[in-house]
C-alpha cells in the first residue's frame, strides 16, 4: 500500500495505520539521522522524537502528497539541532562501531562514511537526501526551506570535496594542483 492511501487512513480515524506508517519508514528516517549525526543513540532519539510529532500534527497535513518533505524537514531540523549541541559529542561510542547494516550497505566502504561526516552539516544533508533518501533537488529545497539552485550548489561543493579527499591523485585533481602553481597554463 503507498503512503499517501495509509496517511489518509490514519487521518480518517484507522489508528492502526500510523503503526504501518512507522515500519515503512523507519529504517530510511534513522538512516537519514544516523548519517547526520554518526551516534546511534542520538539518531534513534531523534526518529523517536520525529514520530511523536509525526503522531501528533499529522492530522493538520493537508496535502498527505506532501508528507516526505514535511516529515524529513522534522527529522533533519531535529538532527541540526542536536547537531549543535556541543555535549552530544559525549554521547555513544566510536563512528566506527555504531555503523549499523543499513549504513553498511549504502556506505560499503567506512573511507567513505567517514569522509562524508567531515562534511559541514548543510552539505552533508544536502547529500544523504539525494543519494540515500533518494529525493530530487526540489523535494530536498521543500525539507531544508532553501532554494533549487542552493541544494544544487551545496551538492555540487559536496561532491567536489569528495572527490578530492578520496581520489587526490586523479587527473582531474592533478591538473588543478598543476594550474595552481602555474604548470598547466
Known amino acids: 500500500m503507498e503512503l499517501y492511501d495509509i496517511i489518509l487512513r490514519y487521518q480518517n480515524g484507522d489508528s492502526d495505520s500510523f503503526e504501518e506508517l512507522y515500519k515503512?519508514?523507519?529504517?530510511?528516517?534513522?538512516?537519514?539521522?544516523?548519517?547526520?549525526?554518526g551516534i546511534k543513540a542520538a539518531s534513534?532519539?531523534?526518529?523517536?522524537e520525529a514520530f511523536i510529532i509525526c503522531y501528533k500534527s499529522i492530522h493538520r497535513l493537508k496535502n498527505?502528497?506532501?508528507?516526505?518533505?514535511?516529515?524529513?524537514?522534522?527529522?533533519?531540523?531535529?538532527?541540526?539541532?542536536?547537531?549543535?549541541?556541543?555535549?552530544?559529542?559525549?554521547?555513544?561510542?566510536?563512528f566506527e562501531s555504531q555503523v549499523s547494516d543499513n549504513t553498511d550497505q549504502i556506505c560499503s566502504r567506512l573511507d567513505?562514511?567517514?569522509?562524508?561526516?567531515?562534511?559541514?552539516?548543510?552539505?552533508?544533508?544536502?547529500?544523504?537526501?539525494?543519494y540515500f533518501n533518494?529525493?530530487?533537488?526540489k523535494e530536498i529545497?521543500?525539507?531544508?526551506?532553501?532554494?533549487?539552485?542552493?541544494?544544487?550548489?551545496?551538492?555540487?561543493?559536496?561532491?567536489?570535496?569528495l572527490q578530492s579527499e578520496l581520489f587526490p591523485d586523479s587527473i582531474v585533481n592533478s591538473q588543478k594542483k598543476f594550474k595552481e602553481v602555474g604548470l598547466n597554463e
Not at 44 to 48: L, N
Not at 64 to 92: C, M, Q
Request: proline content about 3%; charged content about 25%.
Open 24 to 37: 515503512n519508514i523507519y529504517r530510511k528516517t534513522y538512516g537519514t539521522a544516523f548519517n547526520i549525526l
Open 44 to 48: 534513534e532519539d531523534i526518529v523517536q
Open 64 to 94: 498527505p502528497e506532501a508528507f516526505n518533505t514535511w516529515f524529513y524537514r522534522i527529522v533533519v531540523r531535529l538532527s541540526w539541532r542536536l547537531a549543535k549541541d556541543p555535549l552530544r559529542h559525549t554521547w555513544g561510542e566510536d
Open 112 to 130: 567513505i562514511c567517514e569522509k562524508i561526516r567531515t562534511l559541514k552539516i548543510p552539505l552533508r544533508t544536502v547529500l544523504i537526501l539525494y
Open 134 to 137: 533518494e529525493m530530487s533537488v
Open 141 to 161: 529545497s521543500q525539507v531544508l526551506g532553501c532554494l533549487e539552485g542552493t541544494v544544487k550548489s551545496r551538492l555540487f561543493k559536496a561532491r567536489k570535496i
